[in-house]
């Protein structure tokens, strides 16, 4: 072994984990007190992070290939080296993790799905057997070692452990990596009997009729005061996948104009077939994220409600343009808000409009836990609408509302006042009273 190479190799990652760390630690994602993150800043802690990914990495990688031994019997320098180097990696992990702080659920999820290599995967290594070997070795021990090593590496004995090695902080750390390891196991298993159980509440339906209530006429009417970048929330009354969303309101899409619009502002891969006179929306179902005709869209629907953001047009368009660039991804069925790998219908149109930039408008949310996961459910737009409705300048007003009156099976047109109070409809999320 060639102690001062080596020795030189693990200074060298050191200092290049200390700045990538501090380079980390300084960027303003972890002192912000929101829940919102900007495109921006996702791209620079992404940026950040591949710089953390490379020092990481290259530790791993001299631990897992220069044939250090178990045994100080064998080879006490080489024993040192491991020693120090599976203690240091393990104290950069706990760094990292304690800088995340009250985003750690963001950073986890964001940079797992983001990284060739999340935090996941680099925490997962730190819990290799050989570890709780290195990490409970006494300090006494090594200390005896110190004349029978090469003076090259022995200021690995005397450099100090991290305080992430103490054995509090360890528990507490290894605890909560842990709780993470399995949460996302169980979210895994989870999701995979979501996809199926989804599949069998697609074909649930206690109707008695096979039309839907909302009318063409309403449609129409509708139709008459859309404007691109509508948020739209739609109800399927007693169906099987009403279980699964709290509230009366379980859809939400948005409407994004004609084709002709959407081509002639948006043109991409995934417009060029628009109708010019079709009207359409952009939503995210069980099969994904796609864009539909809303006479398609709206034929399967009992209920209709359209809010309009008070926005600028061009924040509108960026919206649409937004939205427009999440089609062909895959439904989220793990509700995991932090994600952008797969969305949800409500976790499609909110992050449409969240901030692109540091004083850009943006659509003020407040996640909340479903089952297992943090997501935006569609009622909660319109308990927004209403709850702010008394604001100088709210984010939303209300367009349209198409009801039912459900002893005559009718649809109409309601006013503004009930689309405000249509959140409060529904206690149970299958019954509508």
């Known amino acids: 072994m060639d102690s001062q190479k080596i020795s030189s190799r693990l200074r060298y990652i050191d200092g290049k984990f200390d700045e990538g760390f501090r380079a980390l630690g300084s960027d303003a994602i972890f002192s912000q007190k929101k829940n919102v993150y900007l495109s921006e800043d996702k791209k620079r802690l992404l940026a950040k992070w591949e710089a953390i990914i490379k020092v990481l990495q290259a530790l791993r990688w001299l631990i897992r290939t220069n044939g250090f031994q178990l045994s100080l019997f064998r080879n006490p320098n080489r024993f040192v080296v491991e020693h120090y180097a599976r203690n240091r990696y393990y104290a950069m992990v706990g760094k990292l993790r304690g800088l995340f702080g009250n985003h750690e659920e963001f950073a986890r999820s964001f940079l797992d799905d983001a990284s060739r290599e999340g935090f996941s995967t680099m925490a997962r290594f730190a819990y290799a057997p050989r570890y709780f070997y290195f990490l409970n070795y006494p300090q006494e021990f090594l200390d005896l070692l110190e004349p029978d090593i090469d003076p090259a590496i022995r200021w690995m004995i005397r450099v100090p452990k991290e305080r992430e090695t103490d054995v509090v902080r360890r528990l507490e750390h290894d605890a909560v990596n842990v709780r993470y390891y399995f949460r996302n196991r169980i979210r895994n298993a989870l999701r995979i009997i979501a996809i199926y159980w989804g599949k069998i509440l697609q074909m649930i339906s206690l109707r008695d009729r096979d039309e839907w209530y909302l009318s063409e006429a309403s449609v129409q009417a509708y139709l008459a005061l859309a404007k691109p970048g509508d948020i739209l929330l739609t109800r399927r009354n007693w169906v099987g996948t009403n279980l699964s969303i709290p509230g009366f309101w379980k859809h939400m899409s948005l409407y994004i104009g004609t084709g002709k619009y959407v081509k002639r502002l948006h043109g991409s891969p995934n417009t060029k077939k628009l109708l010019d ?108 609408a209403d709850r702010e409705k008394v604001y100088m300048e709210p984010e939303l007003r209300p367009v349209f509302f198409a009801d039912v009156r459900l002893l005559t099976r009718e649809s109409f047109v309601n006013t503004a006042g009930a689309l405000f109070k249509s959140w409060k409809r529904a206690k149970l999320s299958w019954w509508l009273k």
């Open 277 to 384: 006179d079709g009207h359409y929306v952009v939503e995210s179902t069980g099969k994904g994220v796609h864009i539909s005709r809303f006479d398609e869209f709206s034929a399967a629907q009992d209920y209709l409600g359209a809010f309009r953001t008070t926005f600028s047009e061009a924040k509108i368009g960026r919206a649409i343009a937004s939205a427009l660039g999440y089609v062909h991804r895959e439904y989220d069925f793990s509700f995991d808000f932090h994600s952008d790998r797969s969305l949800v219908c409500s976790e499609l149109v909110t992050k449409a409009f969240l901030p692109e930039s540091d004083g850009d408008e943006w659509l003020h949310i407040d996640l909340e836990k479903i089952g297992y996961g943090l997501t935006y459910p569609p009622n909660a737009l319109a308990r927004k």
